[in-house]
């Protein structure tokens, strides 16, 4: 699993706390996987209220009133 992080160099040795595998890695990925779900939910937050902000458009001109 931690191959798949080999593309930026330093990050596999950051997230786990060195080369190996041990109480720091599963320190830092706990403190991922508690905030990651509060990160998201504000992201969406954010995004449903600026989406209430600017209304609802139609960008493509389309007609959509019934005749």
Same mark, same amino acid.
Request: charged share 5%; hydrophobic share 50%.
């Given at each position: 699993?931690?191959?798949?992080?080999? &593309?930026?160099?330093?990050?596999?040795?950051?997230?786990?706390?060195?080369? @190996?595998?041990?109480?720091? +890695?599963l320190?830092? &990925? &706990?403190?991922?996987?508690f +905030? $990651?779900p &509060?990160? %998201?939910?504000?992201?969406? $937050?954010?995004?449903? $209220? $600026? @989406?209430? @902000?600017?209304?609802?458009?139609?960008? @493509?001109?389309?007609? +959509? %009133?019934?005749?």
């Amino acid at each position: 699993i931690t191959n798949l992080l080999y &593309f930026i160099p330093g990050l596999v040795s950051w997230i786990c706390g060195g080369y @190996l595998v041990s109480d720091p +890695t599963l320190k830092r &990925f &706990f403190v991922l996987h508690f +905030t $990651f779900p &509060f990160i %998201a939910l504000c992201i969406v $937050f954010i995004h449903i $209220f $600026f @989406l209430h @902000l600017q209304g609802s458009t139609n960008p @493509l001109g389309y007609d +959509t %009133a019934l005749k």
